[in-house]
């Protein structure tokens, strides 16, 4: 299985991804800016999503084509 992100790179455990789009989290007041560095990605079962955290959120679940690799 093959984690990519939106450029097509390949995502390894570990990994430290910049987010592309503003997005909007579900249960917070706070969303994710463009830009936002998310450290030590960790990958799931589903091939289009990863988890990491960030400063002020902890426990994200991101879709990979909102990512690109750092």
């Known amino acids: 299985m093959a984690v990519r992100d939106s450029n097509g790179n390949e ?3 570990g ?3 910049v987010v ?3 997005l909007k989290v ?5 969303g994710v800016k463009r830009g936002t560095v998310v450290k030590n990605i960790h990958l799931t079962d589903n091939d289009g ?3 990491g955290r960030t400063d002020r959120i902890k ?8 990512l690109k690799k750092a």
């Open 49 to 51: 999503e990863i988890e």
């Open 20 to 22: 592309i789009k503003d």
């Open 59 to 66: 426990g994200l679940v991101l879709r990979t084509e909102f």
């Open 15 to 17: 990994d430290t991804v």
């Open 11 to 13: 995502l390894k455990e």
């Open 26 to 30: 579900t249960g917070s007041s706070s």
